[in-house]
Nanobody, 123 residues
Framework: QVQLVESGGGLVQPGGSLSLSCAASGTIFSIYAMGWYHQAPGKQRELVAVITSGGSRNYADSVKGRFTIFRNNTKNTVYLQMNSLKPEDTAVYYC?????????????????WGQGTQVTVSS
């Protein structure tokens, strides 16, 4: 019923920039926090950045000052602007959102994930 579709990953040189986007679609009643996580090979998935429905942001210490998360509530889309990329940023990046769906009189809040997009920072 609900899908998160990511785009924008790829290969970039150290110091370069990439923009990721994630669009939510389906029978959406409302969207709460939206965020980005990354997972490097052999490591656990980690939070990169999160933004609430009201626009409050939090970032992992490793990306503060380099990455910016923002959202367009009209388009149900969250973005991640990544600047000054480092090789250690290489990972699969996943979009996440808390979404309320409605079926008749019932509403349910679920935790949804995108399929992931590869970001590789290498010279």
């Amino acid at each position: 019923q609900v899908q998160l579709v990511e785009s924008g990953g790829g290969l970039v040189q150290p110091g370069g920039s990439l923009s990721l986007s994630c669009a939510a679609s389906g029978t959406i009643f409302s969207i709460y926090a939206m965020g980005w996580y990354h997972q490097a090979p052999g490591k656990q998935r980690e939070l990169v950045a999160v933004i609430t429905s009201g626009g409050s942001r939090n970032y992992a210490d490793s990306v503060k000052g380099r990455f910016t998360i923002f959202r367009n509530n009209t388009k149900n889309t969250v973005y991640l602007q990544m600047n000054s990329l480092k090789p250690e940023d290489t990972a699969v990046y996943y979009c996440n959102a808390g979404i309320k769906t409605r079926t008749g009189p019932l509403t349910v809040v679920g935790d949804y994930w995108g399929q992931g997009t590869q970001v590789t920072v290498s010279s």
